[in-house]
Every structure is written in structure tokens, then in C-alpha cells.
């Protein structure tokens, strides 16, 4: 797409697509059983690593040029096919949470994580996290402490089972 801003994504990713979205769909279902969904490049590096954007029959996940230099690629390809995958259930929750699920769940199927290993958050993050609606969690200066408590609420919301781990891959050494 020149002219556009938007390139197609190279093979790298669609690899890590192949390898991780049956993961994804096996803890989470999918509510893309049909449409089509695309990953793309911007140009130029933007200041979110990727977005994901939905529309009924479709969804396009676009990348920064940067994070295709990131060594945790694979989370973040895991994190958007969550958002690609999710119902309108987890769409409605509040944007921390909905995050949290995302982060949780790319954890779980890069195989970082077997279990939540963060502490506890404090009430305040917690807070935050079950009432900030999208534009107020955007517009926090820092999001790391409402994100960890959305991952920690995701935890408790998904907690690993044998299921869980059967689709997923042996935590790394």
C-alpha cells in the first residue's frame, strides 16, 4: 500500500500468527470463527508498539516499525490476537482489564508464565483499573501500575489449569 502509511507485515509475523493463534483460541475461543483479520506494518513508528482495529467482519492489527525489533515479538502478536479473538464481553470491560486479559493470556501462550508472579496491587491501581473507561486509561501518564493490576485481576479471572497449560508451551529455563 504505497502512499498509504501501511505496509504489509513481513513473514515473521504471520509465522508467530500460525504458531500462537490456535493457542490463543484454545484458552479463549474466537469471535472470528469467520471474517478475516490482517496484520500491517505503519510506516513510521507510532507511538503505541501495535493497535488493533475492529470492525464486524474484519480486524487489522497494525505494528510500529520498532516492534518488529523487539525480542518479545511473540507476546506482542500473542497480545493483539487476543484482542482480535475477544467478544464483546471482554470488549466491554474496562480498558485496564481488557489489557490485563490480553497481557495474561500472551503470557500464558509464549510460555513466560505458568502462574502470576507480580505482587499484589495496591487498592488505588485496582481502583483504577475496574473504573477507568478507555480515554482516561489512555490519556494516565503512567499505565504500569493499572496495568499490573489488570494482569493480576486476569490472573484471578484465568487461572491456570491443566487445559490452560496443555495449549500452551513449556516455560522457558
Known amino acids: 500500500m504505497p502512499g498509504s502509511g501501511v505496509v504489509v507485515a513481513p513473514p515473521q ?11 490463543v483460541t484454545s484458552i479463549l ?5 469467520t471474517g478475516t483479520y490482517s496484520f500491517h506494518i505503519w510506516e513510521r513508528d507510532h507511538p503505541q508498539p501495535a493497535g ?30 487476543v484482542h482480535v479473538h475477544a467478544d464483546e464481553r471482554v ?3 474496562p480498558a485496564a482489564v481488557e489489557e490485563g486479559i490480553a497481557n495474561w493470556i500472551a503470557e500464558l501462550v509464549t510460555g513466560r508464565a505458568r502462574a502470576y508472579a507480580g505482587p499484589e496491587p495496591d487498592p488505588e491501581a485496582l481502583r483504577l483499573a475496574l473504573t477507568l473507561s ?8 503512567s499505565h504500569a501500575a493499572v496495568d499490573q493490576a489488570g494482569v493480576w485481576l ?16 513449556p516455560a522457558p529455563e
Do not use: W
Open 29 to 33: 475461543g474466537s469471535r472470528r470463527a
Open 13 to 23: 509475523v504471520y509465522d508467530l500468527v500460525r504458531e500462537l493463534n490456535p493457542r
Open 134 to 141: 478507555n480515554d482516561e486509561y489512555l490519556a494516565l501518564p
Open 52 to 81: 488493533t482495529f475492529l470492525r464486524r467482519d474484519s480486524a487489522q492489527v497494525m505494528f510500529s516499525p520498532s516492534a518488529l525489533r523487539k525480542l518479545d515479538l511473540d507476546r506482542l502478536v500473542a497480545h493483539e490476537l
Open 91 to 93: 470488549h466491554g470491560l
Open 154 to 169: 486476569a490472573s484471578r479471572l484465568l487461572p491456570v489449569s491443566d487445559a490452560i497449560l496443555a495449549a500452551c508451551p
